[in-house]
């Protein structure tokens, strides 16, 4: 296999390590609380830092530590050079990364690159007429001049709607104009036409880098450029997604920043055509060396309610399309670029409550979607939790849900035509603060994460999922997970080949993952009744490995229990 080496600006047989990492998500703020104000903070990581590497994760992501409103937990950035006083100080994070890696571990950090704070010097002096940097920094936004009806009302430049519920624009009385801003008002986006604010942006990245940091996952990475014609739309969301000006930027950035420092860089984007996704991530061009992408996150979407539209609306999970999402992606990057594969993170529903089954197949789902993930090739991300099978959450009240996301859409959903119980069970269902409840450690009060009322409320199923109850336990999910990471190394799992079986059935999840020694194949009932398989293969050869109800010998025709998974493996 061939890796393309950016610095040497050819392909290479040497695998890079990010190839062969586990990466966990952090999402720091809810992770450990260290010095009891309830909010995570990087003491609190330091302090797990054995725990992961015990886990056997050798990569750690952190959601954005730097000085923020936390208007959107912290990627509304107001200063990217400082630390948030939330989660400690500059020393704090140089002694996370010297001791994470002291354990072989790799940093990555989140970046930013869209949008700041409404708070950040650079808008504080765009949106001020008499500040002596507003010449400077007014083309670091996006800002345009109102449009007027037939009786003289204002309007704004467009109908676009933002990622989080209202309008795109928001009106600047000291300029007369609005500024543009796809995620909350607070969160201006910039602009990348302009040289001088991707240099600073730039310099912000390669600060970092010199801390010690090994890579990067850039934020909202497909919406960098916007379509400058402004022409109404609504939602409108072609005229700032995947533009393809925005490769252009990310190629820049790859080639000066990244490339050169020997940076791994995730990007975070929506969809992408195979064109698209070999510019991302193709071994021989710069933008990225992997893509976050959601093809298979809202694959339960039902399209037909109008009340609580889009990703809100709860229907029935279609199996099909979850499996072809990851079989599109491997046929698309096959030896030409390399594949990131996860669940979910901190902007989706809890993946145990989400496609599996919460309360009657608590463990055997979640140890079928740990089956699933962590046999396939790729690199995969562990998001915070996961491996203890944590939950959605279970608010009564909508002052128990923290998302700025979640205001404005309850208000969307009453005016459409919801009860407020409707909207309250779309919360605790599609929310994201579903993955965003605090680490449940142990059964102790507040779950172990801080001795005082945490930020957000802990799930209250605490006592019953926590890591302190599942390490001791050889049967639980935990162990599943510890056991399934530790294969992945010895088995070099992240270098197979992935090929899909019965791909178009619509309750079955089975597929092969062929290594260089060994012919893995997963096979899966993604449903809570009892389903029939009908494999078309080989049978002879396979010992099974793993089974979340009983060791089975593999048969042509197997009756799957609700949630039944099996793994086996055939040497070669
Ligand atoms: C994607 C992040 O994952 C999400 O949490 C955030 O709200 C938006 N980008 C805006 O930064
Ligand atoms: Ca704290």
Redesign the pocket.
Known sequence: MYFFNRNKGECVMEKKWWQDAIIYQIYLRSFKDSNNDGIGDFNGLISKLDYLNDLGVNAIWVSPHYQSPMD??G?DVSNYYKVSKDYGNIDNVVDFIEKAHARDMKVIFDL?L??TSDEHEWFEAAKDPSHPDHLKYHDYYIWQKPKYDNEGNKKMPTNWRS?FGGPVWEYNEKTDEYYLHI?SKK?PDLNWRNENMKNDLKAVAKWWIDKGVDGFRV??SNHLEKNWDFPDAHPGYEHFSSLPKHHEYLEEFGVEIFGPNDIMAMG?AGGATKEEAIKYCGYENNEFDMLIHFGHCWADCDDSNHITPGKWSKGKIDVKSIKNSFNKWFKMLNGEGWNLIYWH???HPRILSHYGNDSVYHNESGKMLAYILYMMPGTPIVYQGEEIGMTNVDYENLTDFRDVEVYTEYDNFLSFGATHEVAMQTLRDRS?DNARSPFQWDSSINAGFSSTTPWMNVNRNFSAINLEKQIKDETSIYSTYKSLFKLRKEENISDGILEFIDIENDSSFIYTNETKTAIFLVVSNFTTHKIMTNLDIDINGYENIYNNYTNRELNKEMKLLPYEALVYKKKK
């Open positions: 959107d937990n990627y930013v869209n949008h990622w995620f969160m934020d909202a975070e993170n901190h902007d994201r």
